[in-house]
């Protein structure tokens, strides 16, 4: 057992699912996701995104008000996965071998149209804080951007990420 297993409900959450996307940078096994429900251990091949997004649509009308959920997308993070149509917008372009930047780009195209999906569930007394992590990876810089200065640095291109607040 590893620590992500128990953290959530060491912190206070009733309930918790956690999608680990397994690769490079990553220790969890493989193949395809490490799920951890309830700290119960078990690999998934669905798309992360789309995974997070249905589990938390199931927990939210299967749970009385009054709720309070986090959902952390692990979109966009190494190693990029070109996400599925489904949750990418009508006629988004699928290069034949996409570049890291492309992949990164549809990864968080894939989020914000999962986010879409969420939003209509929520009534007008609840609150909706979007925000993300630290910044583009070096891996999918663009060109004029230096990788140095990027993920992990106090450098802009580290910190400038969105933060979207929805509420009454």
Same mark, same amino acid.
């Given at each position: %057992? ?7 409900? @060491? %912190?206070? !959450? =009733? ?26 251990? $078990? ?19 299967? +749970? ?10 692990? @979109?966009?993070? @190494? *190693?990029? &996965?070109?996400?599925?149509? $489904?949750?990418? *917008? *009508?006629? !988004?372009?699928?290069?034949?071998? #996409? +570049? =890291?930047? /492309? /992949?990164?780009? @549809? ?5 914000? +149209? ?17 925000? $993300?992590?630290?910044?583009? #990876?070096? /891996? ?8 140095? &200065?990027? &993920?992990? +640095?106090? !450098? ?13």
């Amino acid at each position: %057992n590893g620590v992500w297993e128990f953290t959530p409900q @060491a %912190n206070g !959450y =009733d309930h918790a699912l956690c999608e680990y996307p397994v690769g490079e940078f990553c220790s969890l096994p493989g193949p395809g996701n490490t799920r951890v429900d309830d700290g119960i251990v $078990s690999q998934d091949t669905t798309n992360d995104t789309i995974a997070l997004r249905d589990a938390f649509m199931d927990w939210w009308a299967n +749970t009385e008000a009054p709720r309070f959920a986090v959902i952390n997308f692990t @979109a966009a993070h @190494a *190693p990029f &996965k070109f996400p599925p149509p $489904s949750i990418l *917008p *009508p006629g !988004y372009p699928h290069p034949f071998q #996409p +570049t =890291d930047r /492309e /992949e990164f780009e @549809a990864e968080i195209a894939g989020v914000d +149209t999962a986010l879409g999906q969420l939003l209509p569930l929520f009534g007008p007394e609840d609150w909706v804080v979007f925000t $993300s992590a630290n910044g583009t #990876p070096a /891996e999918a810089a663009l060109p004029s951007q230096d990788p140095n &200065k990027l &993920k992990l +640095t106090c !450098y802009e291109g580290g910190i400038r990420v969105p933060l979207i607040i929805r509420g009454p």
